[in-house]
């Protein structure tokens, strides 16, 4: 067993600046983290940009410093990794929460290589870990994929893009780059208005010119091993396909801090929990980040789940006195 004077679960831009939060009222916490820093960033697609500018992603007054205004994935990378070395940050790598217990007045929480005992946990472990399934027939082929990373490996295959927001555009345009033949089904009836306004010309242009094809209120019905079935506007359609990304959303954990006694909103996915302190309905467990907005991801991001660490700080630094 070890003591330890706080915990965060969670080893992203919100989980890093709640860690330095804690640091600045005289903590000594400990991230665990079941991949490596900024993990999530890391399985963003290899060349994607931010819609955030640099100074919006910056944590512990550490300067996001770039030529460009709008910072690339591997960019990212490179300064949460200088953060933590900053900052002197102790990320416990490759290590996973396995259940966070309450107490008396402490929590135990055990993970695949070790046995805590702190005062304080944050979970701050974001969403992307779990894909919005469509829960249709042949979903589970091996062609099916909820990420997508680079298109090369594409090149002259028939592609469906599933989706209509910023994830589902990217794909689409690196994977007509790739040489793809390129098919995005949305179920809705026109373009999000979430899409960064810098790609949407480029999509559209492609669009025009049937470089890609674009179907609104389409829904899919089955996917087989050479075949998509579409229902496009109430008509079924059947077209070639060798890969599908599914660019569906994602969305929390609901069973991992159900776990913990935390209360969630049934409808909305959010867990109950003070705006003011980010404290839920379990004392002295926060939480921090995306987790915040439940089923809603496009809610919260790192540029303002960024400000939750500090107060936390702050009801601590109360809790305490």
């Not at 490759?94 to 046995?115: A, H, L, M, P, Y």
């Not at 995306?290 to 009801?315: D, M, Q, W």
């Amino acid at each position: 067993m070890q003591n330890v004077e706080a915990i965060i679960v969670g080893g992203g831009p919100c989980g890093l600046s709640a860690a330095i939060e804690l640091q600045n009222i005289g903590l000594t916490p400990i991230v665990i983290e079941k991949g490596n820093v900024v993990n999530a960033i890391y399985n963003y697609p290899t060349h994607q940009t931010f819609f955030s500018t640099s100074e919006k992603l910056a944590i512990g007054d550490v300067p996001f410093i770039i030529e460009e205004r709008k910072p690339k994935r591997n960019q990212a990378l490179v300064y949460y990794r200088e953060v933590v070395k900053a900052k002197k940050i102790q990320v416990n790598r490759f290590e996973t929460v396995q259940s966070v217990k309450k107490n008396e007045d402490t929590f135990t929480v055990q993970t695949d290589k070790e046995t805590y005992k702190t005062p304080y946990v944050v979970i701050a472990t974001g969403y992307y870990d779990h894909p919005n399934y469509l829960n249709i027939p042949g979903e589970n082929l091996p062609k099916v994929h909820h990420y997508f990373k680079e298109g090369h490996p594409f090149f002259d295959l028939n592609v469906l893009v599933i989706g209509g927001k910023n994830s589902a555009i990217d794909a689409a345009l690196e994977l007509n780059k790739a040489g793809a033949h390129v098919t995005v089904v949305y179920r809705g009836a026109e373009y999000s208005s979430s899409i960064k306004p810098w790609v949407l010309p480029e999509f559209l242009g492609l669009v025009r010119d049937g470089e890609i094809a674009m179907h609104f209120n389409t829904n899919i019905k089955e996917i087989t091993e050479q075949e998509v079935v579409l229902d496009i506007e109430g008509e079924e359609q059947t077209i070639a396909n060798d890969i599908v990304f599914a660019m569906t959303g994602y969305h929390p954990d609901h069973s991992f801090i159900r776990a913990m006694g935390v209360e969630l909103d049934e409808e909305t996915g959010r867990p109950y929990f003070d705006p003011e302190t980010m404290e839920t309905n379990v004392e002295n467990l926060f939480i921090a980040g995306v987790l915040a907005a439940g089923n809603n991801a496009n809610e919260i991001f790192i540029e303002n789940g960024r400000f939750h660490g500090g107060l936390i700080a702050e009801k601590i630094v109360k809790h305490n006195k």
